[in-house]
């Protein structure tokens, strides 16, 4: 008689239709899941986030055990180092004959699944693809093939007929496809922002912060302020709340800089859908019902529809068509050490200690704190885009590698060779000072280049197109500001680069 196969579960799989687990035989087969060291710190990881990660892993568990299925389930405290030991362990108590995985969300641990694991483990592993993406591999190889340039616009709008999204007698709802210029409006005050609801923390989650304070008292993250969904019910009644609640301005205040709120109207469930406690078509639907009911305007539904499947997929499919090669990718040569208020957002830039220090408390910030103000600092600073890498896939709960590393090496640090972006991310101190309120309460003033009060966001802005002025200039997209700087006074000029090796020796 068969002893079963095991099911190899990770923690961003807790989907009940993941591919391997549709492969499961009731009463025959085992599932594992495992809370290893290896994976929990091979990054700083933000508390939050492991926090996140282990109680929705024990949540789904017990689902899983309440549906009849047999779970072995190893806790952190077991002291098993790593997945593959985790996997040696369950085979060898149940006998089991081979292994059966979703493929993960990272190159380095598929390709030891692929390629080592077997070996070791003495039975056949079989990673089957992740079947919860709306595009396979294969669709975003095949719509990237002969291609010169990859832009997330194209790949979005064949995404938008293929599902039927926003899509009125086979034309794009309204007209158009991209509703943007209307959500770039910047923050004033305009209005109250709704406050956050608070999840209940059950006993395992209690259990589980205790477990996370004790085995990581090193890392980022304030677990008195956690606040996550941590089953598929808690996070669809979380979506359900932005839907209800936020929705509505989501797309107007989306690029908006806000001191007093770090969620502003976003809607705070990246790390559930990357988790797999929300499921991407489903979110896009309720969000185009909700502008088919008159809940919000067009530009709100299609600015976030536009997030989950333009970019999100796209996205992926970079990472998984480029890698391993793309991850060694520097193209504008960064390599400043991170500075050391990355960890404390101890830093008197008023922008960038807010954004630095909600990421670490929080294990969130949203896009446009992470592109246009740490992401911008980095790339007019040059700090070395592994050393920023690792930065963002340690401090954000919603951070895996396939996600983290084209958003951060590609799209804000331009590090990718223009894969990604077609011009880099770069803004001076004034961009930020229309998109928020932060300059108001920062000692540095937008209006001034160089000097003592000075924002130094707009002297290493000028530094940066200097640095690269020849690459920059053969670029048609930077052409305006190419010509606006080499019309400047020479002397001006090389006041402000003077200025801006000065501001890089004090804040960065
Ligand atoms: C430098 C940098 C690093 C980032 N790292 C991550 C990361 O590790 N994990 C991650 O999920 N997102 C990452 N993003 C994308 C984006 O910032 C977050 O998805 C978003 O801020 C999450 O907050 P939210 O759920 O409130 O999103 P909302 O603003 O409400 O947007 C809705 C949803 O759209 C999706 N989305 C939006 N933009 C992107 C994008 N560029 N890539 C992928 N999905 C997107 C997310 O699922 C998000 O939940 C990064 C962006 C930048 C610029
Ligand atoms: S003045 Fe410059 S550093 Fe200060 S908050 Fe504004 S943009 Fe940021």
Same mark, same amino acid.
């Given at each position: 008689?068969?002893?079963?196969?095991?099911?190899?579960?990770?923690?961003?799989?807790?989907?009940?239709?993941?591919?391997?687990?549709?492969?499961?035989?009731?009463?025959?087969?085992?599932?594992?899941?495992?809370?290893?060291?290896?994976?929990?710190?091979?990054?700083?990881?933000?508390?939050?986030?492991?926090?996140?990660?282990?109680?929705?892993?024990?949540?789904?568990?017990?689902?899983?055990?309440?549906?009849?299925?047999?779970?072995?389930?190893?806790?952190?405290?077991?002291?098993?180092?790593?997945?593959?030991?985790?996997?040696?362990?369950?085979?060898?108590?149940?006998?089991?004959?081979?292994?059966?995985?979703?493929?993960?969300?990272?190159?380095?641990?598929?390709?030891?699944?692929?390629?080592?694991?077997?070996?070791?483990?003495?039975?056949?592993?079989?990673?089957?693809?992740?079947?919860?993406?709306?595009?396979?591999?294969?669709?975003?190889?095949?719509?990237?093939?002969?291609?010169?340039?990859?832009?997330?616009?194209?790949?979005?709008?064949?995404?938008?007929?293929?599902?039927?999204?926003?899509?009125?007698?086979?034309?794009?709802?309204?007209?158009?496809?991209?509703?943007?210029?209307?959500?770039?409006?910047?923050?004033?005050?305009?209005?109250?922002?709704?406050?956050?609801?608070?999840?209940?923390?059950?006993?395992?989650?209690?259990?589980?912060?205790?477990?996370?304070?004790?085995?990581?008292?090193?890392?980022?993250?304030?677990?008195?302020?956690?606040?996550?969904?941590?089953?598929?019910?808690?996070?669809?009644?979380?979506?359900?709340?932005?839907?209800?609640?936020?929705?509505?301005?989501?797309?107007?205040?989306?690029?908006?800089?806000?001191?007093?709120?770090?969620?502003?109207?976003?809607?705070?469930?990246?790390?559930?859908?990357?988790?797999?406690?929300?499921?991407?078509?489903?979110?896009?639907?309720?969000?185009?019902?909700?502008?088919?009911?008159?809940?919000?305007?067009?530009?709100?539904?299609?600015?976030?529809?536009?997030?989950?499947?333009?970019?999100?997929?796209?996205?992926?499919?970079?990472?998984?068509?480029?890698?391993?090669?793309?991850?060694?990718?520097?193209?504008?040569?960064?390599?400043?050490?991170?500075?050391?208020?990355?960890?404390?957002?101890?830093?008197?830039?008023?922008?960038?200690? @807010?954004? %630095?220090?909600?990421? +670490? !408390?929080?294990?969130?910030?949203?896009?446009?704190?992470? =592109?246009? *103000?740490?992401?911008?600092?980095?790339?007019?600073?040059?700090?070395?885009?592994?050393?920023?890498?690792?930065?963002?896939?340690?401090?954000?709960?919603?951070?895996?590698?396939?996600?983290?590393?084209?958003?951060?090496?590609?799209?804000?640090?331009?590090?990718?060779?223009?894969?990604?972006?077609?011009?880099?991310?770069?803004?001076?101190?004034?961009?930020?000072?229309?998109?928020?309120?932060?300059?108001?309460?920062?000692?540095?003033?937008?209006?001034?280049?160089?000097?003592?009060?000075?924002?130094?966001?707009?002297?290493?802005?000028? @530094?940066? %197109?200097?640095?690269? +002025? !020849?690459?920059?200039?053969?670029?048609?997209?930077?052409? =305006?500001? *190419?010509?606006?700087?080499?019309?400047?006074?020479?002397?001006?000029?090389?006041?402000?680069?003077?200025?801006?090796?000065?501001?890089?020796?004090?804040?960065?």
């Amino acid at each position: 008689m068969s002893n079963g196969n095991l099911i190899l579960i990770l923690a961003d799989q807790l989907t009940l239709t993941q591919p391997a687990l549709k492969r499961a035989q009731l009463g025959v087969d085992t599932i594992l899941l495992a809370e290893v060291a290896e994976e929990a710190s091979y990054v700083r990881h933000n508390r939050h986030k492991i926090a996140f990660l282990f109680s929705a892993m024990r949540h789904f568990a017990e689902k899983l055990r309440s549906a009849g299925y047999r779970v072995e389930y190893i806790r952190i405290d077991e002291g098993i180092d790593s997945l593959l030991a985790a996997a040696i362990k369950t085979v060898a108590k149940h006998g089991l004959e081979q292994v059966l995985v979703c493929e993960p969300g990272e190159y380095r641990l598929l390709d030891a699944m692929q390629n080592q694991w077997s070996e070791t483990l003495r039975v056949p592993v079989t990673v089957l693809e992740d079947d919860r993406f709306l595009a396979s591999h294969a669709d975003f190889a095949e719509w990237a093939k002969g291609k010169k340039q990859l832009r997330m616009e194209f790949f979005y709008r064949k995404m938008r007929e293929r599902y039927q999204l926003l899509i009125d007698d086979g034309a794009p709802a309204g007209g158009k496809w991209n509703y943007d210029s209307e959500n770039r409006v910047g923050w004033r005050n305009q209005k109250p922002i709704p406050p956050r609801s608070q999840p209940t923390d059950d006993p395992i989650t209690q259990e589980v912060i205790a477990t996370v304070e004790a085995h990581f008292p090193d890392n980022p993250g304030d677990l008195s302020q956690f606040r996550l969904a941590v089953t598929a019910d808690a996070a669809k009644a979380e979506f359900d709340w932005f839907v209800t609640h936020a929705l509505a301005d989501f797309g107007t205040y989306q690029d908006a800089l806000v001191e007093e709120s770090p969620w502003v109207f976003h809607s705070l469930i990246s790390m559930y859908i990357n988790a797999g406690l929300l499921e991407p078509l489903e979110v896009c639907e309720s969000v185009e019902k909700a502008w088919r009911k008159g809940e919000c305007s067009l530009s709100a539904a299609e600015g976030f529809i536009r997030q989950v499947l333009g970019w999100r997929e796209y996205i992926r499919g970079i990472y998984w068509l480029l890698m391993p090669e793309y991850k060694t990718r520097n193209s504008l040569n960064a390599k400043r050490e991170l500075p050391s208020w990355f960890w404390d957002s101890n830093t008197d830039m008023r922008c960038l200690s @807010r954004a %630095i220090e909600q990421s +670490l !408390d929080h294990g969130y910030a949203h896009h446009i704190q992470r =592109l246009m *103000v740490i992401g911008n600092f980095a790339l007019l600073a040059g700090l070395d885009v592994e050393q920023v890498c690792d930065w963002y896939l340690a401090v954000y709960v919603d951070a895996y590698e396939w996600v983290e590393l084209p958003n951060t090496l590609g799209m804000a640090l331009y590090g990718d060779n223009a894969v990604i972006a077609s011009k880099p991310y770069a803004a001076s101190g004034k961009y930020i000072q229309k998109q928020g309120n932060h300059c108001k309460q920062c000692r540095y003033k937008p209006a001034l280049t160089t000097g003592p009060e000075a924002c130094p966001f707009n002297s290493l802005y000028w @530094r940066f %197109i200097d640095k690269h +002025l !020849d690459a920059f200039g053969r670029n048609p997209r930077m052409g =305006l500001v *190419v010509g606006n700087w080499r019309k400047r006074d020479p002397d001006e000029r090389e006041a402000i680069l003077k200025w801006a090796d000065q501001v890089l020796e004090t804040v960065a």
